[in-house]
């Protein structure tokens, strides 16, 4: 509310957020089902009202596109082909967040050696920032081991070898 931005990639987006934001999404399937060979999920970017350039991806998107949000206070940026809106800013306060709906686009397959990854350095163009704080709590990575025998207790196959280890050991 204090005139921050922030860019949020997220296929499903719940709880306060989604309240404070009023906004609600939902997964197209058809693209999942094959109809021809080069079928493709695209992107249309609105520069402006009258130019517009489009994105393709071949593949490895899932495509989720925003079926409610509050229109006094959001802008759509970009929609898919079907015109479902997939990229948007709301402002809160003398801030804005934007919000997209298919974080895919920034993966290494659909950056590199693609025409299609300009789309993704202009989502992000918005921030017009300094500074950038990246965070990826929510990657599989992100395991928090505080302890050095955690990550053993945690595999059951290493768990299972310790607690032989130990058994041994008392044997002996």
């Known amino acids: ?16 957020l989604a309240d404070t934001l009023k906004l609600k999404t939902n997964m197209e399937f058809s693209y999942f ?5 080069d079928s493709v999920f695209s992107v249309v970017y609105h520069q402006g009202q009258k130019d517009q350039k489009v994105f393709a991806y071949r593949d490895g998107i899932t495509p989720v ?3 409610s949000f509050d229109t006094l206070k959001t802008n759509v940026i970009a929609e898919d082909l079907k015109k479902n809106p997939i990229y948007i800013s709301v402002k809160l306060g003398k ?9 895919d686009i920034y993966c290494n397959y659909n950056v590199v050696n693609k025409p299609s990854r300009q789309f993704a350095y202009t989502t992000m163009s ?7 704080r990246w965070d990826e709590y929510y990657k ?6 505080t302890s ?6 945690n595999n059951d196959s ?7 280890t130990l058994l041994s050991i008392l044997f002996f």
């Not at 931005?5 to 499903?12: E, F, Q």
């Not at 599989?140 to 081991?145: A, F, G, K, L, V």
């Open 95 to 103: 801030g804005e967040f934007y919000v997209l709906s298919v974080p």
């Open 126 to 132: 918005y921030l017009n920032a300094p500074v950038v």
């Open 148 to 153: 050095k025998l955690q990550f053993i207790f």
């Open 140 to 145: 599989t990575y992100n395991d928090h081991i």
């Open 33 to 37: 089902i094959p109809a021809k060979a």
């Open 65 to 67: 596109y925003f079926t």
């Open 1 to 16: 509310e204090e005139g921050n931005k922030v860019l949020l990639a997220a296929n499903s987006i719940n709880g306060l």
């Open 158 to 164: 290493l768990y299972a070898a310790y607690g032989l």
